[in-house]
T-cell receptor, first 110, second 113 residues
């Protein structure tokens, strides 16, 4: 079964609106990574969070790791059409394995 | 630098046929893994390897075999293809084990009829 739950499954926004996707794990994670997959493409690494309560920013993207290291979020401010794609979180719990969320597919209407 | 190379990009198999999906990386990464991606299911780990000669099972290993004879190559074998194995397959590699960025191949779209 799914080790890491991710919501929502789909999100349609108007260009300029904000977007947030959430990941939750029932157990504590050692770290969490975020990936973006463009339509027809492969996942590409965005960022990694390691510390409890960590917040990182990349231009319009803000990533957070929860205090209990069981949840994480990705927030995009003022979406653009170039943000279209599926965003995945990947939580690491076991030493050798990452557990990917089911992904949030973002569609941005111009 | 080619990164992670997967072949073929597309494949159609008949039920019961066997085939090998190839994966090669030129970054001297120790850790390699295979995922399958199905709609609404995200990426599920099939098998992984922490170095040449060492492999282990992931979440959905049934119906798949792997081997790692060299650092560069990590082929995935389907011994007797089934329609349930229709999926997009991604190979990934990373430098280390804990918290290293994963580099993905372009994917193989497999259809089993």
């Amino acid at each position: 079964g799914q080790q890491v739950m991710q919501i929502p499954q789909y999100q349609h926004v108007q260009e300029g609106e904000d977007f947030t996707t959430y990941c939750n794990s029932s157990t504590t994670l050692s770290n969490i990574q975020w990936y973006k997959q463009r339509p027809g493409g492969h996942p590409v690494f965005l960022i990694q969070l390691v510390k409890s309560g960590e917040v990182k920013k990349q231009k319009r993207l803000t990533f957070q790791f929860g205090e209990a290291k069981k949840n994480s979020s990705l927030h995009i401010t003022a979406t653009q059409t170039t943000d279209v794609g599926t965003y995945f979180c990947a939580g690491q719990r076991d030493f050798n394995k990452f557990y990917f969320g089911s992904g949030t597919k973002l569609n941005v209407k111009p | 630098n080619a990164g992670v190379t997967q072949t073929p990009k597309f494949q159609v198999l008949k039920t019961g046929q066997s085939m090998t999906l190839q994966c090669a990386q030129d970054m001297n990464h120790e850790y390699m893994s295979w995922y399958r991606q199905d709609p609404g299911m995200g990426l599920r780990l099939i098998h992984y390897s922490v170095g040449a000669g060492i492999t282990d099972q992931g979440e959905v290993p049934n119906g798949y075999n792997v081997s790692r004879s060299t650092t560069e190559d990590f082929p995935l074998r389907l011994l007797s293809a089934a329609p349930s194995q229709t999926s997009v397959y991604f190979c990934a590699s990373s430098f280390g084990l804990l918290g290293s960025e994963a580099f993905f191949g372009q994917g193989t779209r497999l259809t089993v009829v």
